[in-house]
């Protein structure tokens, strides 16, 4: 046991949660580092940075403690010409600040919502994804709240965005940025009211549109997806039990009477105009990407299956947590006609993966490759390697990480100068599970299998997290807070 662990090693509840210890582990301190030590070569055609994002609780946590409840910490790795430098830096969000001075009321998904007249019902952590947009990183947390500026070169926190006053409500995680045209497509949610909102913001932070859409009741989407006219809803069928919307607590399940739905509506379309198209039901945690083709609406995505897995008494009360995060995803395709009403879902591959990313310069319009996590049969969110997936085939090739290093979502670093979708690296964030030695490893994209072109070390532990993204050095301005 690490002496990080040692903050939660007494026997309490904290000792029962697997995501407060080894590799999930919270780290103590902000550092920069230049020059890291390096294993190979790192590739003098890169020139940008890796963000990842993820929970690192500040204090240790008391009472029952959800992984997503932990503060949001960024680890940023930043490479130019064959160097790398690293450098993490704490999320500080409004309600960091207020928990940082005592004032914070609302607490975490294992206690009641409390409306207080803030933005949120529980802490607003920000943790769960990291998009650049208008030349600053923007931290996004899962069940929507208020989006959090983040100068992409020093990590130092500019503050809440709020699209000049304008943004009505909050922003969820998994929005999208267009490479095109540079437009922030986003969406929010209730979490206890019937209804989904959809804005657009323009490469200057205007914001350009925004909508509400009716619900038939509260709905726990995760993500969304983005065409070149059309963006992509999710309607589906885990949603809270009838007693946790009364007493406002934390208490889902899957609604057999529910089918899956995907609501189609133009990039500036009224709420009113969403085009339903049902299916089976299903969960979606992440979307792969969409595009157009013809008439259809062509949607990748990882698609849940049940993981069979039984409830493990060694957990104690974090026993259905566990479970829900053992994630246990396939690849699956979705076609929606828009002139017909036709419909048709396909099964991609049977192997689990999640996580997946693409090159950004094909978000929303048709791309070849993917690039997702590959999850081993273990109780824990534990990634082992990466897959390569050819979507027009359903072939993939997998990358293994060394015995005993799991990984976090990688990202698609395009090679200055390339000539095709996956000229580049595929760049992630490993650590050992025993020792908490960390490295992040490049990995060309085009000789998948072979081991990593270089080994980066980092000089500090990186806690497993969730979400990661590639920014080059043209697309990062800097401001100071």
Known sequence: MTPLDERFAERDLQSLNPYLLGPFAPIADEIAVADLRVDGEIPKDIDGAYFRNGPNPRVPPKGLHHWFDGDAMLHALYLEGGKASYRNRYVRSRDFCDDERGALKRGGIFSRARDDGGATVYKDTANTDIVCHAGKLT?????????????????????EESFGGRLPGNISAHSKVDPKT?????????????????????????????TQIDLPGPRLPHDMAMTENHVVLMDLPVVFTEAGIREKLWRIHTDPKLPTRFGVLPRRGDGRAVRWFEFDPCYI????????????????CCKYVDNGRPLD?????YAPMVNVLALRAVLTEWRMNLKTGAKKE????DAISEFPVINLAYTGRKNRYSY????????????????????????????SFAPNYFGTEPAFAPRVGAKSEDDGYLITIVANADTGASEALIIDAQDFAAPPLARIHIPQRVPLGFHGTWANRSEMSARRA
Request: glycine share 8%; proline share 7%; net charge negative.
């Open 139 to 159: 931290a996004l947390w899962y069940i929507s709240g208020r989006p959090v500026r983040v100068d992409p070169l020093t990590l130092e926190t500019i503050g």
């Open 182 to 210: 540079g437009e922030f497509v986003f969406f929010d949610y209730a979490l206890y009211e019937p209804w989904y909102a959809y804005g657009v913001a323009s490469a200057q932070n205007e914001l350009l549109h925004f």
């Open 285 to 300: 945690y992440h979307v792969v990407n969409a595009w157009e083709d013809g008439d259809e609406i062509v949607l990748f």
């Open 313 to 317: 008494p060694e957990y104690g009360p």
């Open 346 to 349: 396909r099964q991609v591959d």
């Open 372 to 399: 997702h996590v590959a999850i081993p049969d273990l109780p824990t969110q534990l990634f082992d390697g990466l897959y390569k997936y050819d979507l027009s085939t359903g072939t993939r090739t997998k990358h």
